[in-house]
């Protein structure tokens, strides 16, 4: 199990998974323990946009992709880990994939910029890990 797991491809879609894992783990339970900072936050960033009524309901769903994700990343890695098996981490590297395009959306809708252009570097990471657990 272990020499098959320091296979450079097994490496590295286990390590991604963890990757992904610790980044979305980590800000969506920060959204749930910090919902009311977080909401502050959002509601001003977003008062001048047509989406300034719905702030609440986008922060709850980005969350709950947020966390599924992270869960499902992490279970992936165990799985890679375990048996090479990679269909949770797939799910949760498409997960990742559609909540970063959401929160770039939403970065742009807000004129951010700046912020939309440091989701890049994970929209990429999200992408290449959906390519490379495609790989036999």
Known sequence: MLNQL?????????????????????????????????????????????????????????????????VLTLLGAGQIAWSGEKTFAMYGAQLATLNILMLFFGQRIAKDYAGAATLVPYFILCVAQVLLLAQE
């Open 6 to 70: 320091l296979q450079p491809i097994l490496f590295a879609q286990c390590v991604t998974a963890l990757f992904l894992a610790i980044l979305f783990l980590q800000s969506g339970l920060d959204k749930v323990f910090n919902f009311a900072d977080n909401l502050g936050w959002l509601t001003g960033h977003f008062s001048k946009t047509s989406f300034r009524g719905q702030v609440k309901m986008m922060l709850i769903t980005i969350t709950i992709v947020e966390v599924a994700a992270g």
